[in-house]
């Protein structure tokens, strides 16, 4: 029954109104099961493997199940698995209980700052639905057994990162995995010092996803200041308030 949930577009109310009707724990259990017979788990290493890709190394969560729409995933919070940086999820969630009720730390989000707003139980009559750009949650005291959530995505946005003690954002990382690749391939082309370089960045200045129009526009600057700074206009047209701030000082050479 919880595949249902985001095998087509539904009402968020509606997946939360479901979700009260279920036993969460046997729908949980069913999706292991069928996990674990799945054609790859038939040998040690490609059952590794399946593993590592169903696992997000910074929420600490393992996939069930995906469709085009979403996910369903749970968590096992610990306080050893706390981490030192607070991770915003792109799109919109759905937090349930599974086995006991647990308690997560809601936050604000206010462009470069997090802001306490309160601390909120979750258990099988009160599901969660949270919406990730403007609400960042943590679990408040790890060890309160398996976590679910069923998540939709919202693969143009990006995952910010704040400082867990003075709540400030301390970095970004690209949610949507085309852009992750091309930053990557800019980056290591910098490295080795390829001659081509420069004719990719000149292409992917052009992408969709501001922060590799960001890493072309640097590539192409170190190799043709002049001809880099033509393209101000064009990256402004991203309407990012992060690029239009990194774009300024070459904004008036332009």
Known sequence: MIKTLISKKMPLEYIAETIKSLDMAAQ???????????????????????????????TATLTLH??????????????????????????????FAIDQPFEVQLYAINSQQLEKTGICLIDQNNPLVVDGRRTLFDYHRPGAGLVGRINLPDRTADIDVFDRTSLRKVAWLPHDESAARYLVSLELLEAVQDPD?????????????????WKAFQTLYLADPQTAVSYVALLKKHRNARLDTLLLPFEQAA
């Open 28 to 58: 949980i259990n069913q999706l292991i099961v069928d996990l674990k017979h799945h054609p790859t788990f038939a040998t040690a290493r490609p059952r590794q493997a399946v593993i590592m890709t169903l696992t997000n190394r910074h």
């Open 66 to 95: 995906s469709s085009g729409i979403g996910n369903i995933s749970i968590k096992a919070p610990t306080l050893g698995s706390r981490a030192s940086q607070l991770y915003s999820v792109p799109g919109q969630s759905i937090l």
């Open 197 to 213: 370089s420069v004719r990719v960045a000149g292409e992917l200045i052009y992408h969709y996803h501001p922060a590799v129009a």
